[in-house]
């Protein structure tokens, strides 16, 4: 049972435009979310969270939208670069009782072309 | 200030054998966890240690296994490999108080033949 969807698997942008990622989640004791973003042979890296309690959290050219009722988050890009090519994953976490584990969607593969 | 160090970066078994991967997460960070990247499954939760007791567990059989020590470095051990066993296997480390996030680190490729 696939708890955290991203059902896009790539996404193509032309530079400057804004990316638009999605994600769905079928979890509702998930009470935090996360992205991130990876490129070939690294780490995947922390970009940006939020509570369930917040609808955005923005940082810099970042957005993380959340919308608990329809179990949908989404992450804005403005303005893209070609250096946010990479494949970004989203992810659900259930922190009660100091389960601190990430649930993650099978990422998406951004391509900002310039 | 470094990041989460994972080695060795690759290795190359053949079934049967065992491995051993090792962490030292992020000074001052104190949760260590550890996930499996492979293409069909994606990214899987394997279990989280904190001050050297294992707090969480994933869906994996007990061929999987883990151990922090006391300066929160982790070592995670696969007994008996078997060819699904290979992914990238991989570390993150949290801070205190700050646990929701995780900083991962390149991670290790372990190839069974």
């Known amino acids: 049972d696939q708890q955290v969807k991203q059902n896009s698997p790539s996404l193509s942008v032309q530079e400057g435009r804004i990316s638009i990622l999605n994600c769905d989640y079928t979890?509702?004791?998930?009470?935090?979310f996360l992205w991130y973003k990876k490129y070939p042979a690294e780490g995947p890296t922390f970009l940006i969270s939020?509570?369930?309690?917040?609808d955005k959290n923005e940082d810099g050219r970042f957005t993380v939208f959340l919308n608990k009722s329809a179990k949908h988050l989404s992450l804005h890009i403005v303005p893209s670069q070609p250096g946010d090519s990479a494949v970004y994953f989203c992810?659900?976490?259930?922190?009660?009782?100091?389960?601190?584990?990430?649930?993650f969607g099978k990422g998406t593969l951004l391509t900002v072309n310039p | 200030k470094a990041g989460v160090t994972q080695t060795p970066r690759y290795l190359i078994k053949t079934r049967g054998q065992q491995v051993t991967l090792s962490c030292s997460p992020i000074?001052?960070?104190?949760?260590v966890s550890w996930y499996q990247q492979t293409p069909g499954q994606g990214l899987q939760f394997l279990f989280e240690?904190?001050?050297?007791?294992?707090?969480n567990k994933g869906n994996f059989p007990g061929r999987f296994s883990g151990r922090q020590f006391s300066n929160s470095r982790s070592e995670m051990n696969v007994s008996t490999l078997e060819l699904g066993d290979s992914a990238l296997y991989l570390c993150?480390?949290?801070?205190?108080?700050?646990?929701?996030?995780?900083?991962f680190g390149a991670g290790t490729r372990l190839s069974v033949l």
């Open positions: 993150a480390s949290s801070l205190p108080g700050s646990e929701n996030i995780q900083y």
């Open positions: 979890n509702s004791m998930f009470d935090y």
């Open positions: 939020i509570s369930s309690i917040k």
């Open positions: 992810a659900g976490q259930n922190s009660g009782g100091s389960n601190y584990k990430l649930t």
């Open positions: 000074s001052g960070h104190r949760s």
């Open positions: 240690y904190f001050s050297e007791t294992q707090r």
